[in-house]
């Protein structure tokens, strides 16, 4: 392949940056209740979203965090050239009810609680090649609807083993600028998105939903060693690794797979699952999952780490666990999958020399 864009065998480091000018999240109540829960956009105590279904309520979250990003890159939705969006839902159902009367031209994507990553790196793909000015790039999890689409009823009651973790409710929407119009418009943006690692579906033959953190710590290590691998860099060259919802039990194999692999990366690994809730106080077990789970926590506490420039290069790796409840009740195992986004804060002297 005979293209500068594309380095060692998964990454794309872009010539032409795309860069975050709007970030909205929305969160649930329990949410709120947690260590980033001052960082959130909205907050509803309401579970249905003054809806009559758990679906509904999701599709609800999708337009609001949407809306909330767009604001906040003054744009209207006419002016956004794509729509790169998902969830954990049979059909993308929450996805395709949500943001529907936007009328923005939609690529439906599904990567199970990796879909923030997914979706981030394609939109840059988007912007980077010229195909547009403008995309948005939103998920959401609902803990209701994913217990009854994946698990049992509410009702049911069953009990959750420590391994367990909690669907986070909440949705994460992002507006990613061209560099051009961004100067064209004369408009702000305190984060770039320098490039991506596309990971692979890993399976190690664990059959237990109530451990996925064990499903996706492989697929989590392999997209961190390949990105050292193509950008010849290691743990350092980064602040924070940041994965998606590995939970505490996944947490340690991934350190533990990755000191196998010759690099500690416990210093700079933060895991959103295991942040997002007080687990003990919030009776989360091994912490949180979901879509919404890593996106919620990139469009509220990592963008104002890197806005204040307390982070300045993240890899964000949002995580999946490829299973539905028919391949589970056929006894296949739950193969992962997870997505790199490289993320680098613009300061304001770097902003201006761009300018200039």
Same mark, same amino acid.
């Given at each position: 392949?005979?293209?500068?864009?594309?380095?060692?065998?998964?990454?794309?480091?872009?010539?032409?940056?795309? +860069?975050?000018?709007?970030?909205?999240?929305?969160?649930?109540?329990?949410?709120?209740?947690? *260590?980033?829960?001052?960082?959130?956009?909205?907050?509803?105590?309401?579970?249905?979203?003054?809806?009559?279904?758990?679906?509904?309520?999701?599709?609800?979250?999708?337009?609001?965090?949407?809306?909330?990003?767009?604001?906040?890159?003054?744009?209207?939705?006419?002016?956004?050239? $794509?729509?790169?969006?998902?969830?954990?839902?049979?059909?993308?159902?929450?996805?395709?009810? &949500?943001?529907?009367?936007?009328?923005? *031209?939609?690529? &439906?994507?599904?990567?199970?609680?990796?879909?923030?990553?997914?979706?981030?790196?394609?939109?840059?793909?988007?912007?980077?090649?010229?195909?547009?000015?403008?995309?948005?790039?939103?998920?959401?999890?609902?803990?209701?609807?994913?217990?009854?689409?994946?698990?049992? *009823?509410?009702?049911?009651?069953?009990?959750?083993?420590?391994?367990?973790?909690?669907? +986070?409710?909440?949705?994460?929407?992002?507006?990613?600028?061209?560099?051009?119009?961004?100067?064209?418009?004369?408009?702000? &943006? $305190?984060?770039? +998105?320098?490039?991506?690692?596309?990971?692979?579906?890993?399976? $190690?033959?664990?059959?237990?939903?109530?451990?996925?953190?064990?499903?996706?710590? *492989?697929?989590?290590?392999?997209?961190?060693?390949?990105?050292?691998?193509?950008?010849?860099?290691?743990?350092?060259? $980064?602040?924070?690794? @940041?994965?998606?919802?590995?939970?505490?039990?996944?947490?340690?194999?991934?350190?533990?797979?990755?000191?196998?692999?010759?690099?500690?990366?416990?210093?700079?690994?933060?895991?959103?699952?295991?942040?997002?809730?007080?687990?003990?106080?919030?009776?989360?077990?091994?912490?949180?999952?979901?879509?919404?789970?890593?996106?919620?926590?990139?469009?509220?506490?990592?963008?104002?780490?890197?806005?204040?420039?307390?982070?300045?290069? +993240?890899?964000?790796?949002?995580?999946?666990?490829?299973?539905?409840?028919?391949?589970?009740?056929?006894?296949?195992?739950?193969?992962?999958?997870?997505?790199?986004?490289?993320?680098?804060? @613009?300061?304001?002297?770097?902003?201006?020399?761009?300018?200039?």
């Amino acid at each position: 392949m005979n293209n500068k864009k594309a380095v060692g065998k998964r990454s794309i480091l872009f010539s032409r940056p795309p +860069v975050i000018i709007g970030a909205g999240s929305v969160a649930g109540e329990k949410e709120g209740q947690g *260590p980033f829960g001052k960082y959130f956009d909205i907050i509803e105590k309401d579970p249905l979203f003054g809806s009559g279904t758990w679906e509904e309520a999701e599709s609800r979250m999708q337009h609001m965090s949407a809306q909330i990003a767009l604001r906040k890159a003054g744009l209207e939705p006419k002016e956004v050239r $794509y729509l790169v969006a998902g969830d954990l839902l049979g059909q993308l159902i929450a996805t395709s009810f &949500g943001i529907m009367n936007f009328n923005i *031209p939609m690529f &439906g994507v599904y990567g199970a609680c990796s879909t923030m990553g997914e979706s981030l790196g394609i939109g840059s793909i988007l912007v980077d090649g010229g195909y547009a000015d403008y995309v948005v790039a939103l998920t959401s999890s609902h803990f209701a609807s994913a217990e009854k689409q994946f698990r049992y *009823p509410l009702a049911y009651g069953s009990q959750r083993p420590y391994s367990a973790t909690w669907t +986070v409710t909440g949705s994460g929407a992002v507006v990613l600028a061209s560099s051009e119009a961004r100067w064209r418009r004369k408009e702000t &943006g $305190y984060v770039e +998105v320098v490039g991506t690692t596309t990971g692979i579906i890993t399976d $190690y033959g664990i059959k237990d939903s109530m451990n996925m953190g064990a499903c996706m710590a *492989p697929a989590a290590a392999d997209v961190v060693l390949n990105n050292f691998k193509d950008l010849g860099v290691g743990p350092d060259y $980064y602040d924070r690794i @940041v994965t998606g919802d590995l939970g505490t039990i996944g947490q340690r194999i991934l350190i533990d797979m990755m000191k196998g692999y010759g690099y500690d990366i416990e210093q700079q690994h933060f895991d959103c699952g295991t942040q997002i809730y007080y687990n003990k106080e919030q009776n989360t077990n091994a912490g949180g999952s979901g879509c919404g789970c890593s996106a919620i926590t990139l469009c509220g506490y990592i963008m104002d780490k890197m806005r204040k420039n307390e982070w300045k290069r +993240v890899l964000f790796i949002p995580t999946g666990a490829l299973l539905s409840t028919v391949s589970f009740n056929e006894g296949n195992s739950i193969p992962g999958i997870a997505h790199g986004v490289i993320l680098e804060a @613009v300061s304001g002297r770097e902003t201006e020399e761009k300018r200039g």
